[in-house]
């Protein structure tokens, strides 16, 4: 199939830079270990049990960064495409332009998977084994992994939402900084969501940033029973469904109004 | 010397001038610097409502720690922006066009470029911080301790001017350095916010000794709040060292710039 080729083009496009592939796993490992670290510090120094054991929190920063460092999204690909005028190019192709951005995405997504989180995971887990929570039901894993793949998407549409504003705004880098910023806060990349104020959390829940990291991580912890489970797993695939709606009507009326200059 | 003030004037106005070109865009960059940066400032806050300190550092002290890595930033990338971004002269061959001008190669790529988004966004945010913060800690502004505070952030962005000259300098041997930078500067300085007290005993010795950045923070602070905290492994002698650190590495940091730029072989092109 024709996107399987871009997605294994990209992939390839990955292994030129070895040193550079290095650091950049160095970099994952660093940022999970000094959160971790940060929090371990809290818990100690307070000598209070928190909202969820240390190794909850653990077990979830591990995941967490983990996971959103390999979904590396270049919210301003289409933008730049724009600048030089490619997209042109790309526009007479006969390809479905959304699904060719995915399949790019993927690409990497599926090198950085393999070479950058496998590794890095392994590494975190030896280094925190006394903490880390190891999920033994394979069908809570079986769940967590589908769970991972929609969460993905919901990133994947929130960012391909920023993307098509390009059309309409000279330069996206701020709407997209500032969508990083919602994403770090609430979706528990930067803090553990149980300890979110209550009120944000409950309205988090409502919103389409619980549903990239957060569901996944709740399940691998156990912490939502199976009825729970299926209402979060459709709630992901409505959020999916929502805002791919919303990019896709974007692009179409984007696309009407495409002015290039230059190229 | 007056001739250097003013063309650094000009490149000031000119850079300016490109950095504001579209008026609503750049308020937006500004805007979209500081929400980023406060992210980890709301982070700690909303931690800091279920905890009561860390490693005997209270949420007020811990924001003070962190305003100084806002300000120095603010400060440094309006005169080291072109050390930042000094790779790319080298991957393209654009020193060749400072090499042959009749002024310091240093000063050209010093004074031609300011990133004034990221200065104003850090600045602001790390002025708000400290005003806050300073106000909430019991800190006594005479002006014994005006000027400290003030000499604390001179040397807090001539220690990270060294580290950057370093950087720079290394960008003629290996000619891809961010990522080296990556690891080293803005990974470390991600998590400066934290009393360095509370990591490893490694990264402790890592970030005093080798990446000092605990000079530009860690050690001021407790030297404008008059304390030296529970936890410091290190001799309190360190305390009020930063203006020579600073001063130190910015010397050292210089004679290994003019070592390398001998090596310099333009790319073509």
């Known amino acids: 199939m024709k996107y399987m080729f871009f997605l294994k083009r990209a992939f390839k496009n990955n292994t030129m830079y070895r040193f550079d592939y290095f650091l950049s796993w160095l970099n994952v490992c660093i940022q999970i270990f000094i959160s971790c670290e940060i929090w371990k510090a809290l818990y100690m120094t307070n000598h209070v049990s928190g909202k969820v054991s240390l190794s909850v929190v653990l077990t979830s920063f591990i995941i967490n960064l983990g996971l959103s460092n390999i979904y590396s999204i270049d919210d301003l690909a289409v933008q730049r495409k724009f600048g030089d005028g490619t997209i042109i190019c790309e526009l007479l192709k006969p390809i479905n332009y959304r699904l ?11 090198f950085k998977l393999l070479f950058n989180m496998i590794p890095c995971a392994i590494i975190m887990i030896l280094v925190y084994r006394k903490s880390f929570i190891l999920c033994k039901n394979p069908y809570s894993i079986f769940v967590f992994v589908i769970s991972i793949l929609l969460g993905f998407l919901v990133l994947w549409e929130i960012s391909s939402i920023v993307q098509m504003l390009c059309f309409w705004i000279v330069n996206v880098w701020s709407i997209s900084t500032i969508k990083n910023v919602f994403i770090n806060v609430l979706a528990g990349t930067m803090l553990p969501v149980w300890y979110l104020p209550n009120t944000i959390q409950n309205i988090v829940k409502y919103t389409p940033f619980s549903a990239i990291y957060i569901t996944p991580i709740k399940i691998y912890l156990n912490q939502m029973g199976n009825k729970q489970q299926t209402i979060a797993l459709l709630l992901q695939l409505v959020w999916i469904l929502i805002l791919a709606l919303i990019g896709n009507f974007l692009w179409h009326m984007g696309k009407k109004k495409l002015v290039v200059q230059g190229g | 010397m007056k001739d250097v003030i003013s063309l650094y004037y000009h490149y000031c106005k000119t850079s300016i001038k490109a950095w504001f070109q579209y008026r609503v865009d750049a308020f937006l ?5 500081m929400a980023r940066e406060s992210t980890a400032v709301i982070v700690m806050y909303i931690t800091f409502l279920n905890f009561d300190n860390i490693g005997g550092w209270t949420i007020y002290e811990l924001l003070f720690l962190y305003s100084f890595m806002f300000l120095t930033y603010g400060i440094f990338i309006i005169f080291f922006t072109g050390l930042r971004d000094f790779q790319y002269l080298v991957i393209q061959g654009d020193l060749d066009k400072l090499l042959i001008r009749p002024r310091g190669v240093l000063f050209q790529v010093l004074a031609s470029n300011s990133d004034w988004f990221a200065a104003l966004g850090h600045g602001t945010l790390g002025v708000m911080i400290f005003i806050y913060s300073s106000s909430k800690i019991n800190i006594q502004w005479n002006p014994a301790n005006i000027l400290l505070a003030c000499s604390c952030v001179c040397s807090g962005v ?7 000259l370093i950087f720079a300098s290394l960008s003629f041997f290996i000619v891809k350095t961010d990522n080296l930078r990556n690891v080293l500067y803005w990974n470390i300085k991600s998590f400066m916010g934290y009393p360095i007290s509370i990591y490893p005993l490694l990264i402790q010795y890592f970030v005093v000794y080798i990446i000092p950045l605990a000079f530009v923070n860690y050690f001021p602070t407790q030297l404008i709040m008059g304390c030296f905290k529970a936890g410091n492994i290190f001799p309190e002698i360190y305390i009020p060292l930063s203006t020579v650190v ?11 710039w003019r070592f390398s730029l001998r090596f310099y072989a333009s790319t073509g092109s």
Do not use: E, K, P
């Open chain 2, 246 to 256: 600073g001063i130190f590495m910015f010397g050292v940091s210089y004679l290994f």
């Open chain 1, 100 to 110: 060719y951005l995915l399949a790019d995405t993927v690409g990497n997504i599926l």
């Open chain 2, 29 to 33: 960059r500004i805007f979209a610097v």
């Open chain 2, 158 to 164: 001539l220690i990270q001017g060294a580290l950057f």
